[in-house]
């Protein structure tokens, strides 16, 4: 079985790569690396059944030989990236996602779409089913990473539709672990990098906006369950698990002041700056969905992923 990967060098990206490389899979890894890293990927270069190709996914993509699963998983992905990289994100959402689907098609492979929660924008409803059909800002600054998505289900949707594609999408909710970006933008790299250098933690708004964090490899556990069912329509994966800002900050600094004494605790402050435009103040997943088709849910709680993040990162910038 060979998968293609895009956007392998990343985050996810390279979790999953490891991932069907364990299941036995041989793995083409495509990625520009414009946020991903080959530092993600450099444990597998010896690997034989691992092949890396470095190009841009919104141009023509072809892989030589048998496919059977193309997985979309490149774009920027936090709010700074996909800021400073507007155009990119719309086109890797929408080239991106036809380069993607005409492989999968010429191919006869399956297709599995990396859509977010970011789908539904600052929600009306909360916990977010997946019949909820969204509250989007389509002329925002953030609209140019929510509506690339929107738009990548919806011709997702209809390659399964009129070309008989064997689609899958999931809707992926706050994630966090190893090889993420130190202070990327996203609340924990940020947190836990100002934490670790003693600078004061940023929260934007009165951080009483909500999120809910998914351990990596509980995400990946649930991509994995999906690709393998017959589910077409999108799945929420994510924890419920639902904290404001404000309290996920201060579960930060109070893990960095254990492992670096109650005197570097009291000494990080918390501070407050505006909220971004169109932030949502809620966010949380219904996995009803996926409890029922997947039999998932996360495992991993908030402590200990946590100090399983906080190690890496530690590693990374050299604190002890």
């Known amino acids: 079985m060979k998968a293609v990967i895009t956007g392998g060098a990343g985050f996810l990206g390279s979790h999953l790569c490891d991932r069907f490389i364990e299941e036995?899979?041989?793995v083409v890894c495509i990625d520009n690396l414009v946020t991903g890293s080959e530092a993600n990927i450099e444990h597998l270069g010896l690997n034989p059944r691992f092949r890396f190709i470095r190009a841009d996914v919104s141009e023509?993509?072809?892989v030589p030989g048998p496919v059977d699963a193309v997985l979309h998983f490149a774009s920027p992905a936090s709010p700074p990236d996909y800021l400073k990289l507007p155009i990119q994100t719309l086109?890797?959402?929408s080239l991106g996602t036809h380069n993607a689907l005409g492989l999968a098609l010429a191919k006869k492979a399956k297709f599995f779409l990396a859509s977010t929660s970011e789908c539904y924008g600052d929600p009306d409803v909360s916990p977010q089913p997946e019949s909820y059909w969204g509250h989007v800002n389509p002329i925002g600054p953030r609209g140019v990473y929510d509506e690339s998505k929107r738009f990548a289900e919806a011709m997702t949707m209809a390659y399964h539709r009129y070309h008989g594609v064997d689609t899958r999408i999931v809707r992926i909710f706050n994630t966090y672990g190893p090889r993420m970006r130190l202070n990327d933008g996203r609340a924990l790299p940020n947190f836990l990098f100002q934490a670790?250098?003693?600078?004061?933690i940023t929260v934007y708004g009165d951080g009483k906006q909500t999120r809910s964090f998914c351990y990596v490899s509980d995400?990946?556990?649930?991509i994995y369950r999906l690709l393998e069912s017959n589910e077409h329509e999108p799945v929420n994966i994510g924890n419920p698990h639902e904290i404001t800002i404000l309290e996920f900050a201060e579960r930060v600094r109070d893990l960095v002041g254990s492992v670096s004494g109650a005197r570097r605790r009291k000494e990080i402050p918390i501070v407050f700056h505006p909220l971004p435009q169109d932030d949502p103040?809620?966010?949380?997943p219904d996995i009803s969905k996926a409890r029922r088709l997947l039999n998932?849910?996360?495992k991993v709680g908030l402590d200990e992923g946590l100090r399983l993040t906080l190690d890496y990162f530690r590693a990374r910038i050299g604190v002890s």
């Open 91 to 93: 086109k890797v959402g």
């Open 281 to 284: 103040k809620l966010r949380c």
């Open 219 to 222: 995400l990946i556990e649930g």
């Open 296 to 298: 998932w849910e996360p």
């Open 24 to 26: 036995g899979w041989d």
């Open 196 to 200: 670790l250098n003693g600078e004061p």
């Open 60 to 62: 023509y993509i072809d």
